[in-house]
């Protein structure tokens, strides 16, 4: 799912003619992901991948049909619906060994937007909501877990 989504969304970005390493290292760390766990885990398609998978498609034909620019806001809009399911999972299950993951993404995406000036939605759209997305996730994965022990309860 993610890596469909990620390589539909690197060729948009590739199109616009702006900064594309962002979304090409996350291109490969899904593609890693993929092997790996085709390799040795269990996969099964739910309506998460379902919805991602329209995401893609909608995405794909916005990129061809209309413009590069188009494709990059559906593609970042996919990204986001498809990670709501994850968001979600941490504020029940706060993961502080997951801080710098988010972390590190926060800051690759700081640069990254830093070097797409003049911003554009082509250019700027990924890095500025990984920004946001990274962030809320960072700043979620370090909340105390009794908080979301009581927030489950009600």
């Known amino acids: 799912m993610w890596f469909s989504l990620d390589i539909i969304l690197l060729a948009c970005t590739i ?22 766990h085709c390799n040795r885990g269990k996969w099964m398609w739910t309506h998460i991948e379902t919805l991602s998978a329209v995401g893609v ?10 413009s590069p620019e188009l494709g990059v806001i559906a ?16 504020w029940e ?3 502080r ?18 070097g797409t000036w003049p911003w554009s939605i082509g250019g ?19 909340r105390d877990n009794r908080i979301a022990v009581t927030y489950r309860k009600i």
Request: glycine fraction near 10%; aromatic fraction near 10%.
């Open 97 to 114: 060994g997951a801080f710098w993951m988010f972390t590190n993404t926060l800051i690759a995406c700081t640069l990254t937007l830093i």
């Open 15 to 36: 199109a616009t003619g702006k900064p594309y390493r962002l979304i090409l290292s996350y291109t490969i760390g899904s593609l890693i992901v993929l092997i790996v």
């Open 124 to 142: 700027s759209l990924l890095p500025g909501g990984g920004i946001f997305f990274n962030g809320l996730l960072a700043w979620i994965v370090l």
């Open 93 to 95: 299950h706060p993961d």
């Open 57 to 66: 498609a909608v995405t794909a034909v916005l990129w061809q049909t209309l």
């Open 75 to 90: 593609g970042v809009s996919a990204m986001t619906i498809a990670g709501i399911p994850m968001t979600i999972h941490l």
